[in-house]
């Protein structure tokens, strides 16, 4: 899976209504922007994370769907 299609899996997600983590820190991803040489991680409290597509690729991602109390943990290296 590219990074592009990584991020269209979690901003899928997201307007579901479910969250998106990052492992590290467990910050709160709101949304997902790739471009042709960097992957931008917008986050809750306003910040911005930019990547290179292959660390993006792989982070480890935590998706939270609250409304059937399953978590759903993904490396996208996997």
């Known amino acids: 899976m590219d990074a592009k299609e990584l991020a269209e899996v979690i901003n899928e997600f997201i307007a579901r209504g479910s969250r998106a983590y990052v ?43 609250y409304a059937n109390s399953l978590r759903y943990s993904w490396r996208s290296s996997h």
């Open 23 to 65: 492992r590290r820190g467990w910050k709160e991803i709101v949304r997902v922007e790739v471009g042709r040489k960097s992957v931008r991680l917008f986050y809750a409290d306003g910040g911005v994370a930019r990547l290179a597509p292959d660390v993006f690729t792989q982070m480890h991602i935590v998706i939270d769907f």
